[in-house]
């Protein structure tokens, strides 16, 4: 299964639903199967943008860091506009979408070694 790491805080967002579009600055080809991994560090321009809008976010010490904490399937990649901004909980206006459809959040969150872009993982 490909996976894709992202900040602690979107990554809770994605797995709770919340979040439905993840924005990359590059396109991405591949279609299916995705696990999503918070990252190892905290990106608190997120937390604290995602605070701002009223999103309920754990605190810090209750999220993952460097751990799949959910899966789902990539459906499409789009040229990113204003008007997805409610999808993605962040206001970047340059580049590209990923759909995400049928996002579950694990029952236990698996360590994982991140890397940049899209990686192979087993769960």
């Not at 996976?3 to 990359?24: D, F, Q």
């Not at 918070?38 to 751990?67: F, R, T, V």
């Not at 399937?73 to 409610?86: A, G, I």
């Not at 698996?110 to 192979?120: C, D, I, M, N, Q």
Request: aromatic share 12%; with cysteine; net charge positive.
């Amino acid at each position: 299964m490909k996976c894709l790491v992202v900040s602690p805080a979107m990554a809770w967002c994605i797995a709770m639903g919340l979040k439905r579009l993840e924005t990359r600055t590059r396109r991405f080809h591949y279609r299916g199967p995705l696990a999503i991994a918070a990252s190892k560090k905290m990106n608190w321009e997120h937390y604290n943008y995602l605070k701002s809008i009223a999103i309920q976010l754990p605190a810090p010490d209750k999220l993952e860091y460097g751990k799949i904490i959910a899966t789902t399937n990539l459906v499409d990649c789009v040229v990113f506009t204003k008007e997805l901004e409610p999808f993605a909980l962040w206001p970047v206006y340059k580049g590209f979408g990923l759909w995400l459809k049928d996002t579950k959040m694990l029952d236990v969150a698996v360590p994982v070694k991140g890397r940049l872009g899209l990686f192979e993982v087993s769960l």
